[in-house]
């Protein structure tokens, strides 16, 4: 696409939003809601108050529910490094997983326990 025509392309899209923004800004349910949110914001402050603080007084059940969804996201135990050392090669591998290409080698190679016997401690 040629840049004229991605010029218009974006002019036209910008009047089709100017468009919509207009209309919303003459519709009566919007001017009721920022009106609402902006005396609301305004007790809040008066009475210093947060909206989690509002949320609690309402819904008491909702602070133990938010927390408790939110703490399972990166709350996982980094995974320790296992040093393997091959007795045959006295080559190591350093891995958090066993992905590695290496230790996925030694063990087609030598058997999956024994390569876990090379486990240094």
């Known amino acids: 696409m040629s840049k004229l025509a991605e010029f218009r392309q974006l002019e036209k899209h910008l ?3 100017l468009q919509a923004l207009e209309a919303l800004k003459g519709d009566a349910g919007l001017k009721k809601e920022i009106e609402f949110e902006s ?3 305004a007790l809040l402050a ?3 108050y947060s909206l989690q603080n509002v949320i609690t007084l309402l819904d008491p059940h909702a602070v133990r529910r ?3 969804a939110q703490s399972k996201i990166g709350t996982r135990k980094p ?3 296992k040093v393997y050392k091959n007795p045959h090669t006295g080559e190591v ?5 066993g992905n590695h290409k290496t230790l996925k080698e030694w063990k087609a190679k030598y058997d999956s326990a024994t390569v876990e016997s090379w486990l240094s401690k």
Not at 93 to 97: D, L, M, S, W
């Open 66 to 68: 938010a927390p408790a």
């Open 93 to 97: 591998v350093e891995t958090k997983g």
């Open 39 to 41: 005396k609301l914001r």
């Open 79 to 81: 995974r320790q490094v």
């Open 15 to 17: 009047a089709e939003q």
């Open 46 to 48: 008066e009475y210093g």
